[in-house]
């Protein structure tokens, strides 16, 4: 995928992106954190101009045939990260950070909730959907859980464990054992996920963190 660069409207590549015969192009959105699908709508040339110049999602409505500013109303804007274009210059991907963390007008995070007519979560980055598996058994704990019973040891037993884990990722290193390594290292993750969860840190604060740092 190709970037296009967020200063102004002069930098759209306008020979690259390809519109269809109605001058509309898809726009996938997605969270710039972790990933996760928000929404799909229309964008065309000036549409995406707006968006560019704005720093905020604006789309075409095909049914009300007008722009449209996303969160304009409902106050869920959305902050343009970054865009990009497919390999065939037709499909747009839309960075953003999501206000208010909610993008569908039902008010689900995403538009893509729906699974066998059930509401679950977007999928995101694979840590996310296991910090959200751990935020389920602190809140909802299940009687065989392994994880149940870290919440219920405290920082006691969760912070042992992640000293523990954190030795047998030095261990692991120092035997360069590569398959050794990484189960480790995801060992040492997933305490660390069940440490913030139990001072009630969200993990999209954690990412916020490392991004600050690219």
């Known amino acids: 995928m190709a970037s296009i660069e967020l200063v102004s409207a002069d930098s759209i590549p306008t020979d690259k992106i390809k519109y269809d015969d109605r ?3 898809p726009a996938i959105v997605q969270d710039y954190l ?3 699908v928000l929404m799909m709508a229309w ?3 000036e549409s995406l101009q707006k968006t560019l110049a704005t720093g905020e999602t604006w789309f075409w409505s095909r049914s009300r045939q007008e722009f449209w500013h996303k969160g304009a109303t409902s106050g869920h804007t959305q902050k343009v990260k970054a865009i990009r274009y497919d390999c065939d210059s037709d499909a747009l991907l839309i960075s953003v950070e999501q206000i208010g963390d909610i993008a569908c007008h039902t008010g689900e995070r ?5 699974v066998n007519g059930s509401i679950t979560p977007p999928l995101a980055d694979t840590l996310s959907q296991v910090f959200a598996v751990v935020c389920d058994r602190r809140d909802n704990p299940i009687e065989k859980s392994y994880t149940r019973t870290l919440f219920e040891g405290g920082d006691n037993k969760i912070l042992k464990k992640i000293g523990e884990e954190a ?3 030095v261990m692991a290193c120092k035997d360069d054992d590569k398959d050794a390594i990484a189960g ?3 060992d040492l993750f997933f305490h660390s996920l069940v440490a913030i969860a139990h001072h009630g840190v969200d993990l999209k604060d954690v990412y916020r963190k490392l991004q600050s740092r690219r």
């Open 184 to 186: 480790e290292v995801a």
């Open 167 to 169: 030795a047998e990722v």
């Open 110 to 114: 995403s538009c893509f909730h729906q």
């Open 23 to 25: 001058g509309l192009v």
């Open 34 to 36: 972790d990933g996760a």
């Open 43 to 45: 964008m065309n040339q």
